[in-house]
């Protein structure tokens, strides 16, 4: 079994920062790409940056020079900094990655955290 945990989400001002995470857990053999994902109310899911496994990134032009996306492969966990923050930045912030596994045969899927809610207000 696999697990995303997000954390670092929360009310923050416009203008401020928060930086999430994103910890996988469970019967884990290799984490490929990881991204962060978001979804506004009334809005579809949008990516908002992806990372390799060797640490090329990707961003969506409405967050490139404010976020950072890195990586920690040895704590299979995903960060994203998050600066300059916008009122159109507040929505749900899900972690997603590519994940291998050896289970008798191998298998590669992709999974979701839960989401994390980011608010940004005055």
């Known amino acids: 079994q696999v697990q995303l945990v997000e954390s670092g989400g929360g009310l923050v001002q416009p203008g401020g920062s928060l930086r999430l995470s994103c910890a996988a857990s469970?019967?884990?053999?290799?984490?490929?790409?990881m991204g962060w994902y978001r979804q506004a109310p009334g809005k579809q899911r949008e990516l908002v940056a992806l990372?390799?496994?060797?640490?090329?990134?990707k961003y969506t032009d409405s967050v490139k020079g404010r976020f950072t996306i890195s990586r920690d492969n040895a704590k299979n966990t995903a960060y994203l900094q998050m600066n300059s923050l916008k009122s159109e930045d507040t929505a749900v912030y899900y972690c997603?990655?590519?994940?291998?596994?050896?289970?008798?045969?191998?298998?590669?899927?992709?999974?979701w955290g839960q989401g994390t809610q980011v608010t940004v207000s005055s």
């Open positions: 997603n990655a590519g994940i291998t596994r050896v289970r008798g045969r191998v298998t590669t899927e992709d999974y």
């Open positions: 469970g019967s884990i053999f290799i984490i490929n790409g």
């Open positions: 990372i390799t496994r060797a640490g090329g990134t």
